[in-house]
């Protein structure tokens, strides 16, 4: 686990974190992995990139993408002006799964959501993810909330 | 309800929306009233100007704030690289609440997701609060994940 280095994305780590995104029961139905890449996803990327307030992450063992995140702060008038950290689009690649690597890279997340400032980390997981659920209760998220989403 | 006019927050429209937020039994824990107001308000509401994915909303009637929310334009690449629309902080005043400027409110946020390019809209409602979950469900919003939060 020591050699595991989390960093931005750079347009070359897109094709491997969109593979990531589409490995999983509910990833496989939304993302498209058709080569060249969906301009979409450029695009996507590009936005990232240019938002200081936006963070593309992978988790690199090597040459080998093994993790990837979003993490995004938003700043916010309610509880006393407090940024908020949210992290999206979490996935582990297959082989890394149960090695401690999902929660390393949580834990990497927060403390960057903590060196900016941000005084509470949020995010959604679908309630048809139940190990998602244990493995987020067991880094300290609390249920509090529900999660609704409106397609458009 | 036709006189209502949903706009971008101005700074002397600060305390009106701090206000707001504070009329509710979670709210009243978490804010603080003192005038002046406390400068990590004034800082979140020069945040939020100075970023393009980011709206502090007001909706006024004449004179009055009737209501606020915040909108954040949130680019992603999951979702084949789709943008999402995320509502936060939604408070309706008190004397308006049950006359239909929530579902005017919110309706008019997911038009201005749309107007973004955002294929989703999301948020999280805590689950204290039932009235809240059947209001969102009634405006096609669909509970499908858990909202975890981590205060850091």
Redesign the interface.
């Known amino acids: 686990m020591t050699d595991i280095v989390f960093r931005d994305a750079a347009l070359a780590d897109?094709v491997a974190?969109?593979s990531l995104?589409a490995d999983d029961a509910l990833?496989r139905q939304?993302?498209?992995l058709t080569l060249p890449l969906?301009p979409?996803?450029?695009?996507?990327?590009e936005?990232?990139a240019a938002?200081a307030?936006?963070r593309?992450i992978v988790a690199v063992d090597g040459d080998t993408i093994a993790g990837t995140l979003?993490l995004?702060f938003?700043?916010?008038?309610?509880?006393?002006?407090?940024?908020r950290?949210?992290i999206?689009?979490v996935r582990i690649a297959a082989s890394r799964r149960g090695t401690g690597l999902g929660r390393q890279m949580i834990e990497w997340a927060?403390a960057q959501?903590?060196a900016r400032g941000?005084?509470?980390?949020?995010?959604?997981?679908?309630?048809t993810r139940p190990d998602a659920?244990r493995f987020?209760a067991s880094?300290?998220?609390?249920?509090?909330?529900?999660?609704?989403?409106?397609?458009?």
């Open positions: 897109l974190s969109v995104l990833g939304r993302e498209n969906d979409a996803y450029v695009a996507a990327f936005a990232i938002d307030n936006q593309l979003q995004s938003i700043p916010g008038i309610s509880r006393r002006g407090a940024w950290g949210q999206e689009a927060v959501c903590a941000c005084s509470l980390v949020q995010l959604t997981t679908d309630k659920q987020y880094l300290g998220f609390v249920a509090s909330h529900e999660g609704l989403k409106r397609q458009i």
